[in-house]
């Protein structure tokens, strides 16, 4: 029965802590199922993106810092996002004055509202890193992801390089959560994949409604292929140790 509880109890701070992901997927929803006047629909997501934004700031549900952590994973996204749009992976085909390069700016909340869920997850759960490698390690990890992401479509696509280094260098790894009074301690690659899944499952709903289209969901949609839980893997980790850097950083500040 103790265990159904702690359950229960991590499921509704999990819950609580996609507050921005599940905002990004009623607006979605309602833009798809709702006629809005006077607007596009890629630009009434905008305008209610940085809306729920305000609001998750205002209600001091994140902070300033976090507000800064969660800007920079948007325009990494959107940066990404043009790539990826010119070079075809998928499309935005409907029209909006708020668009660049084709890429609606809504999109970069697609990306922010990751480093959102990992923000309050990391506050609601107590987080800590056990065995975090040095960000001499790290940051040259994050920044080879990154580029990776976008030199694969000319050159040797190197994520299963760079996933078996990672397994080598967070092999000892492990993250330690809060859960109401108990500790529980989960390995940090496992973690790291299980994010990845869930953002899996979380962009086939995006796409349902529409978010994006990849080729062969231009005139149906099909679920999106398994192969990208390795990409959201790999994102879930640039997302880690930007947030991993603020919470170091803050830390020694008030030392």
């Known amino acids: 029965m103790k265990h159904i509880k702690y359950l229960v109890y991590f499921g509704i701070q999990q819950a609580l802590s996609c507050i921005f992901p599940a905002s990004i997927f009623i607006i979605l929803a309602v833009s798809k199922l709702v006629h ?43 940066c990404l996002e043009v790539y990826k749009v010119h070079m ?5 085909p409907e029209y909006a004055f708020t668009k660049i390069g084709e890429v609606p700016l809504y999109s970069g909340f697609m990306y922010a509202s990751v480093a959102s869920y990992i923000c309050q997850s990391w ?8 065995n975090w490698p040095s960000k001499y390690i790290m940051y040259p990890i994050a920044i080879i992801i990154y580029l990776n992401f976008f030199t694969h479509h000319f050159m040797f696509d190197m994520r299963w390089v760079i996933t078996a280094g990672l397994v080598l260098v967070l092999w000892k790894s492990v993250v330690e959560f809060k859960v109401s009074t108990k500790q529980y301690r989960m390995p940090l690659i496992l973690s790291f ?45 640039i997302s880690i140790i930007i947030v991993v850097n603020l919470k170091n950083t803050k830390y020694l500040r008030c030392k």
């Open 36 to 78: 809005i006047p006077y607007l596009y629909r890629y630009d009434f997501i905008l305008i209610a993106c940085l809306i729920v934004q305000l609001l998750m700031v205002y209600f001091k549900l994140e902070t300033i810092d976090e507000l800064k952590v969660i800007c920079l994973f948007h325009i990494l996204g959107l």
């Open 88 to 92: 075809g992976s998928w499309a935005y």
């Open 123 to 130: 506050k609601r759960l107590e987080l800590k890193f056990l």
């Open 193 to 237: 994949l299980f994010i990845g899944f869930f953002i899996w499952v979380a962009e086939n709903i995006s796409t349902y409604f529409g978010a994006w289209k990849y080729p062969d969901q231009i005139k149906i949609w099909n679920m999106v292929h398994i192969s990208k839980i390795s990409s959201w893997f790999l994102l879930v980790i």
